[in-house]
């Protein structure tokens, strides 16, 4: 069964920095693309970035701010999305999800796209940034 599993997240101060994890299973890992995605309340879900799984190669939505950072430790199965500068507008529940990336490297809008449409999602973490 495939699952996927963000922690990290929580009530932090802005200025600081984050980083959520994504525990993933049930699938080889390498073969998977991992896209971040946030939702924060009253607002459409946005895409911040993916990870093709085999040899990092990332992508980003020109919308995302350099503030983000997306990484994998293959030994862990894990994903992670490291945010600096937190601001209270990155208040949201943040999520991963993953799909085959039938080896597309680097990843791509429709990367995301396909994970969005098809791929297996995690539950959520909160994220909640005060000034």
């Known amino acids: 069964e495939v699952q996927l599993a963000e922690s990290g997240g929580g009530s932090m101060q802005a200025g600081g920095s984050l980083r959520l994890s994504c525990a993933t299973s049930?699938?080889?890992?390498?073969?998977?693309?991992i896209c971040w995605f946030r939702q924060a309340p009253a607002k459409e879900r946005e895409g911040l970035s993916c990870i093709e799984n085999k040899e990092g190669t990332t992508y980003y939505p020109d919308s995302v701010q350099d503030r983000f950072k997306i990484s994998r430790d293959g030994a862990k199965n894990t994903v992670y999305l490291q945010v600096s500068s937190l601001k209270p507008e990155d208040t949201a529940v943040y999520y991963c999800?993953?799909?085959?990336?039938?080896?597309?490297?680097?990843?791509?809008?429709?990367?995301?796209?396909?994970?969005?449409?098809?791929?297996?999602w995690g539950q959520g973490t909160q994220v909640t940034v005060s000034s």
């Open positions: 049930g699938f080889d890992f390498e073969t998977f693309a």
């Open positions: 999800a993953g799909a085959e990336s039938y080896g597309i490297k680097p990843p791509t809008i429709w990367t995301m796209k396909a994970v969005t449409a098809a791929g297996f």
